[in-house]
């Protein structure tokens, strides 16, 4: 197993700094982490973090982690058998302890709750927007995100992660000359960014996600597409320059996560290769 040990630290620029005079908000202006409004958290992807899967890696993004594991099968979900393509999906669960207080075990209640769909199936339709599913042929890829430890973010870990993982699977396939080539068409990752006391800023923790007048999740291509955005307003609502903001952020912000994927997948393929 190896890490791309990636800590990312970028510029201040992209938000006012707060006015001198005025004093009655100064400690409004500054992250509780210390990080400046474009700086992501320290990140890491160790790839082949699960020895038995076809791809794997363990992206940590500050206090958050999950391990993302893809595994390949040779069937296709029904409403897509004989048409010649593939599928690729997702799960996302929490371990029971990756939150400061314990959570039930969803297994055990019989069921997923809301939040766990909405979110493997965002993971799930964030990875098929960078699959050609022809190419991709008659079989099925699943990506598992397990959350180990959450401080916010885990959603937008768990894509950054899954893709690394299915292109670990990938290139496993391709290897085993399964595939005559890799079906990726792009990277993809996600970022979330906020409207906060401090201002606009990237990749919210855990405390300034619980405070925060309003939050978003962007999920980009390093191609500068856009897959998918989820933006909320908790109070008032926002003005369209914010938005603006928070998508510069979130740019600056993946522009860095597409490097430490690529580190992470060269890192892997290195040590494959090695004697």
Request: aromatic share 4%.
């Amino acid at each position: 197993m190896t890490s791309t040990g990636l800590e990312i630290r970028s510029p201040l620029g992209l938000c006012p700094a707060p006015r001198p005079a005025d004093r009655s908000t100064a400690f409004m202006t500054t992250r509780p982490s210390g990080r400046a409004p474009d700086a992501l958290r320290a990140i890491s992807i160790e790839p082949g973090f699960a020895h038995h899967a076809e791809g794997s890696a363990l992206i940590r993004m500050g206090g958050t982690e999950v391990l993302c594991a893809a595994t390949v099968e040779s069937r296709v979900p029904p409403f897509l058998r004989g048409q010649g393509k593939g599928w690729v999906t997702a799960e996302y669960g929490m371990l029971p302890r990756a939150t400061h207080t314990r959570g039930g075990r969803e297994a055990a209640k019989g069921k997923q709750s809301g939040r766990t769909q909405e979110i493997q199936r965002l993971i799930g339709r964030s990875l098929r927007a960078v699959v050609d599913l022809e190419a991709l042929g008659e079989m099925s890829i699943t990506v598992d995100c397990d959350v180990l430890n959450a401080d916010g973010g885990t959603r937008c870990a768990s894509i950054t992660g899954a893709w690394v993982a299915l292109r670990l699977a990938l290139e496993t396939l391709v290897r085993n000359r399964v595939l005559a080539r890799l079906p990726l068409t792009a990277q993809v990752a996600a970022v979330s960014c906020g409207l906060t006391g401090a201002g606009a800023v990237l990749d919210l923790d855990y405390d300034e996600d619980s405070a925060a007048a309003a939050d978003a999740n962007f999920v980009l291509t390093e191609t500068g597409g856009i897959v998918e955005i989820q933006a909320t307003a908790e109070h008032a609502p926002f003005a369209q320059d914010q938005f603006d903001t928070l998508l510069r952020l979130a740019r600056t912000g993946t522009a860095q996560l597409f490097i430490a994927q690529r580190q992470a997948v060269d890192a892997a393929l290195t040590a494959r290769t090695a004697p």
